[in-house]
T-cell receptor, first 115, second 114 residues
Framework: DTEVTQTPKHLVMGMTNKKSLKCEQH?????MYWYKQKAKKPPELMFV???????INESVPSRFSPECPNSSLLNLHLHALQPEDSALYLC??????????????FGEGSRLTVL | KNQVEQSPQSLIILERKNCTLQ??????????LRWYKQDTGRGPVSLTI?????NTKSNGRYTATLDADTKQSSLHITASQLSDSASYIC?????????????FGTGTRLKVLA
């Protein structure tokens, strides 16, 4: 199984809503990532979890709250978002540096629209 | 500053033609370089990985090269197909402090026309 599964594929929410994006992988990867991607731009790193602990937060606003409940799951909780937060949110996973070459496996993404 | 630059920004070619995409990087310490293909609205998919000692690697109609001295890589697509229309992203991996750091290029948007 070499898949990273993201749900939902599409999400439309108002600025006062609370929603969550979910990501799951069963490749035994202990590093998981959230990226944000705007149209015609490369993915921008938001958060990195290593062994279920937050290791990198790229100064992301607190209206985005990541959570890693176990080694296979990664969530991104969304609250009080702004229209400019509309983007494709990509989850990725990789082996940690001592275990491989660090190939990033991406999910299909969750397309978020904030009204 | 770690940086990855790609050219051209966009490219339009006719079906069955060849094309070459370029990636220049200033990244240290270099671990490896990958080319990803990203269809619109989908997640990127890895095409090839190049480590420091590798010069050329092929994956079907895709051939990647790496010149570690000049810090340049290229992706050559042979006999293009309509399904090759996508963004191609060059990603250089840096390994520091027990974690990987990925430096993304700005991508090349390829359009293949019938």
């Amino acid at each position: 199984d070499t898949e990273v599964t993201q749900t939902p594929k599409h999400l439309v929410m108002g600025m006062t809503n609370k929603k969550s994006l979910k990501c799951e992988q069963h490749m035994g990867h202990r590093a998981m990532y959230w990226y944000k991607q705007k149209a015609k731009k490369p993915p921008e790193l938001m958060f990195v979890y290593s062994y279920e602990k937050l290791s990198i937060n790229e100064s992301v606003p607190s209206r985005f709250s990541p959570e890693c409940p176990n080694s296979s799951l990664l969530n991104l909780h969304l609250h009080a978002l702004q229209p400019e937060d509309s983007a494709l949110y990509l989850c990725a996973s990789s082996l940690v540096p001592t275990s491989g070459t660090g190939e990033l496996f991406f999910g299909e993404g969750s397309r978020l629209t904030v009204l | 500053k770690n940086q990855v630059e790609q050219s051209p920004q966009s490219l339009i070619i006719l079906e069955r033609k060849n094309c070459t995409l370029q990636c220049n990087y200033t990244v240290s310490p270099f671990s490896n370089l990958r080319w990803y293909k990203q269809d619109t609205g989908r997640g990127p998919v890895s095409l090839t990985i190049m480590t420091f000692s590798e010069n050329t690697k092929s994956n079907g109609r895709y051939t990647a090269t790496l010149d570690a001295d000049t810090k340049q890589s290229s992706l050559h697509i042979t006999a293009s197909q309509l399904s090759d229309s996508a963004s191609y992203i060059c990603v250089v991996t840096v390994q520091t402090s027990g974690t990987y750091k990925y430096i993304f290029g700005t991508g090349t948007r390829l359009k293949v026309l019938a």
